[in-house]
């Protein structure tokens, strides 16, 4: 990790970590995890982006908040940070072994993967089991798998940008818990997922916006056009400007499910200031997300 990735981990806002790790947040304060709590004293200042218990003392930033709530070491709750915000660190991509000083995505070493994809046992079960995924979805994704030299299972899922050019890579760990979650190669750009999609949309059609590709692939699955965000702190500029440009130029409507947490919304409300007409959709009640709220109605379908 250098000093910029450490830099974005300790950026990412300290009430979003928060409640990432559990905490409920209202007005700024908490139950401090830290003691027996009963008056939330545990407080949290956005200015500064950090937090201070002054009953038992306890402070710091987002890292130090991780290590002390999930008993981490530093660089084990850096990884935790970044597995959780979606945060590229350099430690999760493989080196090139002959160019160590080259940081561009050579798109030449990963196309062949995505040409004729295959899937091993455990993303056929993550996908067709767990997530119920519809097959012409991962198809048009274009997802494949490998097993690393230890034998994990990893999903491979590549980014295109919307004139079909692999811009990027995301692999992601299929083994439910470990660390690290994702890995990306050198230089991906893994910003605004399934842009190729955009081609297909006619004037005036709905798109929906989700967060993180597992949501897309269940949106895809349910039937309508959509783009993922893998989180608010990956939207770039020149992203914002795209879906701006999408906006007035098809006068599409845009549609989003947020997560049911404050991350969620707050990721809503972030996207909503580029796309005023953005229209909320609330998942029901027990869906902490659109994949439960796609496996439910799935399920609804076949009792």
Request: with cysteine; proline share 5%; charged share 25%.
């Amino acid at each position: 990790m250098d000093r910029i990735e450490l830099q974005k981990l300790r950026e990412l806002p300290i009430e979003g970590v928060a409640e990432r790790l559990g905490l409920r947040v209202v007005r700024h304060k908490a139950l401090c995890p830290f003691h027996d709590d009963h008056h939330a004293s545990l407080s949290f200042k956005v200015s500064k982006n950090s937090y201070r218990c002054f009953v038992c003392g306890a402070s710091g930033g987002t890292i130090d908040l991780v290590m002390r709530h999930l008993s981490k070491g530093f660089v084990d709750a850096c990884r935790w940070l970044a597995d959780e915000h979606c945060v590229i660190l350099t430690e999760y991509q493989p080196q090139p072994s002959d160019h160590s000083h080259e940081t561009s995505f050579d798109a030449s070493r990963y196309e062949r993967f995505f040409e004729r994809p295959w899937l091993n046992d455990e993303a056929r079960r993550f996908l067709f089991e767990e997530r119920r995924i519809d097959a012409r979805v991962v198809r048009w994704c274009r997802l494949t798998s490998w097993k690393d030299r230890q034998g994990v299972g990893w999903l491979q899922i590549p980014y295109y940008d919307r004139e079909g050019q692999l811009i990027g890579v995301q692999n992601r760990n299929l083994v439910k818990g470990a660390l690290p979650r994702f890995r990306f190669p050198v230089g991906s750009q893994c910003s605004i997922y399934n842009l190729p999609v955009l081609n297909l949309l006619r004037e005036g059609e709905a798109l929906y916006i989700t967060e993180g590709c597992s949501d897309c692939w269940a949106m895809l699955s349910a039937g309508h056009k959509a783009i993922a965000i893998p989180s608010a702190t990956l939207l770039k500029q020149k992203d914002v400007e795209l879906l701006q440009a999408l906006a007035s130029s098809l006068s599409l409507t845009f549609h989003m499910y947020p997560d049911r947490d404050a991350p969620g919304e707050r990721l809503f409300l972030q996207l909503q200031e580029v796309l005023p007409r953005l229209e909320h959709h609330q998942l029901p009640p027990g869906c902490k997300d659109f994949s439960d709220y796609y496996l439910k109605t799935k399920s609804d379908e076949t009792s």
